[in-house]
């Protein structure tokens, strides 16, 4: 009787572990694993370079420019473009360019 239950107290000690091995918890939608999240936060910072240009005759207008087309070149005491030529506001400066070629006849600073 001795062995009997001598084996059944060994078999205790030894299944014991192994169920509380196998228990498994439920948080948070993981089982038995705790996550832990670090969040970086990264700080961009815009540097805001300004560029004049200095526009003079004979150079092209780059395409950006071309569409602030003056149409009331009057108001701004500009003369009337020839044919084939439009008043183009580019920065602070009028220019009288082509309308095929983009390239620059005259300049006018705005006042």
Not at 17 to 30: I, R, S, T, V
Not at 40 to 49: C, G
Not at 56 to 72: C, E, F, I, K, Q
Request: net charge positive.
């Amino acid at each position: 009787m001795k062995k009997i239950a001598l084996a059944a107290l060994a078999i205790s000690l030894i299944a014991t572990p192994a169920a509380f091995a196998q228990q498994q918890n439920y948080k948070g939608g993981h089982y038995g694993h705790q996550q832990d999240r670090v969040i970086t936060k990264r700080v961009a910072t815009k540097t805001v370079v300004v560029k004049k240009t200095r526009w003079s005759r004979g150079h092209a207008l780059p395409s950006t420019y071309r569409r602030n087309v003056v149409r009331d070149y009057h108001r701004y005491h500009l003369k009337t473009p020839p044919r084939g030529y439009q008043w183009v506001k580019a920065d602070n400066d009028y220019a009288l360019i082509s309308i095929t070629s983009g390239i620059i006849s005259a300049l006018v600073q705005a006042r």
